[in-house]
């Protein structure tokens, strides 16, 4: 593609973006559907002499998710406060994520083994069902911003909780193709979790208090490069790397918390302030970007006969049907009370989609005749139960919300882009929500 063409192309996708974004917060449609659906046109109706098929190649896109990856869990990070009060909460959403892991897996690799043919083997089974597991962070931190309160904060730790958990599982089952038992596996876990803990409490301290020291201008790029130099030094060494972004962007956001006692002294908090405050934005702003491009390649390889088919839409709809009834049964045992609209938040996204791309890296893992539409179909219905469970729990119609946007059908007297009548409904509705408790 000649050079100014590209240019032109990537402006446009990242404008397009920017409005996708804006339809989003008035919709609540998760703004990587309309990405991904962008990718498929671009796809299919980009003349040949472009030929976009060389830039989405799966290098590009395994390179830019795991980019996206740590700049969304970091992104959550800096937005997430520790308190004493907020322990109940954090142990609730890591219990939820862990247990509706386990039990999707299980329920996923079953229905795997018996209904996709040529999948000999349950543990292959397994390794297909751990990335449909994994609920994507980023897709719920974008889209949970209308919720408010320990109902938004327990679905930003779940998902980054269930991120996290879901690639250790994934990576010690791949594990499994060395020959591994089952005892050294599990003694693997253990120990990956013990020196992670460890590794990324040191290094957090560690780059948290460099932050500060930091005279130069040009610092927040530096900060995000040494990241990512330790997130891909953790995956050489096979250790859970997005745990020392989490710790990173914990620590550095609670400073007080973390640096009390002999250790205050070695923290400036004025300091921390307003760096603190550019490096947000610039972590928000890079997540966009990378999301942007991550989902429209994404799009780009997607073939729309794959979803036309019996055995995926039959097979997909027996995955959503484990992974919304085991997230049930655990939000019931857990949370126990007022599990809407957290029940219908569980969207699949970039994790699984990395994940994938990894089995075909390994082929003794590869199932032949999995076919990439369930992977597609899951995605896109699981996104849509999402938007749907958002409006609803607004107090609105999904047809009023998205036909309220189309010109002649909304009024705005007051200016602020808002449709007036969509705007009482979600104020008289919020008044009766209790959004402090579960």
């Known amino acids: 593609m000649e050079t100014y063409s590209l240019i032109i192309g990537i402006s446009g996708i990242i404008i397009i973006s920017f409005l996708f974004n804006i339809i989003s917060k008035k919709t609540n449609i998760p703004s990587v559907l309309l990405l991904i659906i962008l990718g498929v046109v671009i796809q299919q109706f980009v003349p040949e002499k472009w030929n976009t098929d060389e830039y989405a190649d799966l ?49 996923i690799g079953a229905i795997i083994y018996f209904m996709v043919p040529n999948a000999d ?33 327990f679905m930003v730790y779940e998902s980054t909780f269930s991120d996290i958990l879901g690639i250790m599982a994934f990576y010690f089952l791949i594990g499994a193709e060395e020959g591994e038992t089952g005892g050294e596996i599990a003694l693997s ?148 009370t007022d599990i809407v609209p957290q029940l219908f938040l569980a969207p699949r996204g970039l994790i699984t989609i990395l994940l994938f791309f990894v089995i075909g890296a390994h082929p003794s893992f590869v199932i032949k005749d999995f076919n990439p539409g369930i992977l597609l179909f899951v995605i896109m219905i699981s996104s849509l139960i999402m938007t749907w469970a958002l409006i609803r729990y607004r107090g609105q119609k999904v047809a009023d919300v998205i036909f309220s946007q189309l010109p002649g059908k909304r009024i705005d007297e007051d200016n602020d882009g808002i449709n007036d009548a969509s705007e009482d409904d979600v104020e008289t509705n919020v008044e009766k929500q209790d959004f402090n408790n579960f």
């Open 189 to 336: 876990i253990v120990l990956n979790i013990l020196v992670t803990v460890v590794v990324s409490i040191i290094l957090a301290y560690v780059l948290t208090y460099i932050f500060q020291k930091l005279k130069s201008q040009v610092k927040l790029f530096l900060i995000i490069s040494l990241l990512m130099l330790m997130y891909a030094l953790g995956k050489k060494l096979h250790l859970s790397s997005l745990l020392i972004i989490l710790a990173f962007g914990l620590v550095l956001n609670n400073t007080q918390l973390f640096f009390r006692g002999r250790l205050e002294k070695y923290m400036n908090e004025e300091k921390v302030k307003p760096i603190m405050h550019d490096f947000h934005i610039l972590t928000l702003e890079s997540a966009f970007v990378i999301r942007t491009f991550f989902f429209v390649l994404f799009g780009m390889f997607i073939t729309l006969d794959t979803i036309f088919n019996l055995n995926v839409t039959l097979v997909s709809l027996a995955i959503l049907g484990a992974l919304f009834g085991v997230r049930f049964l655990v939000l019931k045992l857990i949370v126990r």
């Open 121 to 153: 083997t349950f543990l292959k089974s397994l390794t297909y069902a751990v990335p449909l597991s994994i609920m994507s962070s980023a897709i719920i931190i974008p889209s949970v911003g209308g919720l408010t309160g320990m109902k938004k904060e």
């Open 59 to 107: 290098d590009t896109l395994e390179i830019i998710g795991n980019i996206g990856l740590v700049m969304i869990v970091l992104e959550a990070a800096l937005d997430l406060k520790l308190a004493k009060e907020k322990m109940g909460l954090i142990i609730n959403s890591f219990l939820v994520a862990l247990v509706a892991l386990v039990l999707s897996s299980a329920a």
